[in-house]
């Protein structure tokens, strides 16, 4: 059996000199025109010869971390942006669903939004009159079918988009994290529907990170790490390949380097140099549970700032952030000369279950964003085989408070 | 089954046979910016209507009572009325097609179509409201009394709403191209057009002119012999045919150059926009 797509060395650069100033002026064009621009040797890899194949009626995962290259592939496979070198072949018709609601307009009714979003992900008119009843029945949105959009809550949004884009039938279908949003009863009724669809023997490509939708929906994963796809097999393997690689982080993680990508305008006069995770047990970034964890930042003041907050946000490997804490919560920073300073940020209390957890962090100066980074690394919370803090391992939820009991 | 190659950049093709098969599209697009445009107005559709109606009235006053400016013997409200039918689709339409990608930039990042409806559609949400204007007209022109050349009407309005619509798409997918990667065209476009507004006869006769330059300019242009066809309908005078021709040779070579420079750029919209 030919696959139904065939990747082949896909390679898209960025330039990160044009990226950042992206609005080119036509002043500029005039005032140099044979002049090359400045900062454009410097290119980035978002995809470095990727191959695979697929083939009809498999349901594929793409996995990685931020910044792995996941949205660039979806982004090239759908038709959006080319590639720079590379081909892919495609033996089908592909629809791709990398946001829902796609077109959506608030002022437009439930009804008309309907029409617009699915003729826009490619289907006819007739294919959408044949669906209508049952996409505002999945919806269950019915009596504001002729509300304008604006007045929808976005629970309601999310779930009318998801409905038009349940019934688009094409060979292959491309989606892209759309199920990290909703309430958990319209999550699951959307993994159901996917579930369906991949059974109905069409092709499915999904980005997540969510490794539990991944296991339970696709029937092979590809790891994809700073552009390149790392592993190619069935999900298990590639999720516990992924998750064992992440641990073996430096102890000392240096950021200096790192690209910072993001939306955020970023002011870079104070920026993160390093992380550490003190009080580790065996290995880097692991420690045990119902232990102390100290957070260890190194800080290059560039510029003098004036009242410097640092972020942290620790996630669950699921993206759901469960600790967002900010320095001015404890004591104010007083303002900080040009130089190297280093915090510790101490959690006495942090009582999670076992299991991986990501860590994002950022620095904010008097109102204007200075540095940002949406993960740089994760640490495991672990319980030996023999301790009496064994079945934390089988828990459900995520934070064990302590003292919580009192005989009244 | 289909079969196609997914790769850096393709050789240059019109793309018909997509275009075609996202032909509905074109609807879609006119139908939710006809929709959203006087949806939140409290008067809707009505502007539609009033636009024109008030522009008449303004020329009129300025142009006819108080600069006295010829019409070629027919009444000026009338006379202005046809240049500025062919005038809107022409101004709106290239306002709305040429910033259309950057308002819908969105849209254009989070899913694949042939990106040229976009533009083209942005260019025909301003023929709805010429229709909506041809009703203002066909009042003005009963309270005047004014004769209409059946034969005319059917040949001749059709004949310069098309070069106008070719002019418009040609200029406005070209400058909606350009606008994705310099922003700078967002503020000169409506300074281009007002310059227009005055660089063609529509408030004042094509006959103004005496310098054979500026005559043989106005035999190019495209937009000035479609407003000729529009006036003969009810003056009665002839039209000059070299002019029609012309001005329509140099209507479908702008169409050729925009499609031309849209489609060579368009792939990288969504790393631009």
Redesign the interface.
Known sequence: MKPILEVQHITKQFKIGAQQERYLSLRDLLANPFKKKKNVDQTFFALNDVNFDVYPGESIGIIGRNGAGKSTLLKILSKITPPSSGKIICRGRVASLLEVGTGFHPELSGRENIYMNGSILGMRKFEIDKHFEAIVDFSGIEQFLDTPLKRYSSGMQLRLAFAVAAFLEPEILIIDEVLAVGDAEFQKKCLGKMDEVSKSGRTVLFVSHNMETVLQLCDRCILLEKGTVKKNGTPSETIDYYLSNQKNQDEVIDLSNVIRTGSFDLKQNARFRSVKLDNIDNAPWQIKYKQTITLKFEIDVINDVQDLEIGIAISTISDFEIISSLSTDCKKIENLKKGTYSFDFVFPELTVLPGIYKIGIGLRSDKKMEDYLKEVGQFEILVSKSSSDEKANTRKGIIVPKNIINRS | ?????????NKFSLGLKELWH?R??FY?FTW?DV??KY??AALGVLWAILQPLIMMVMFTLIFSKALKVSSDGIPYPVFALSGLLIWNIFSNGLLNSANSMVTNA????????PRLIIPMSAVLTALVDFFFALIVYALVLIYYHQNVIILKLIFYLPLGILITIITTFGLGTFLAALNV?????QYMIPFMIQFLLFANPVLYSAKAFTNPWINALMKANPLSSAIQLCRSVFTGQEVDWLAVGTGSIVAILLLAIGIYTFRKTE??F???A
């Open positions: 089954m289909i079969e196609y190659v997914i790769q850096a950049q996202y509905e599209l879609f939710r929709k959203v949806k939140q969105n849209i254009i990042k989070k899913i694949y179509f990667k310099f922003r700078d065209f792939s990288y969504a790393d631009l």
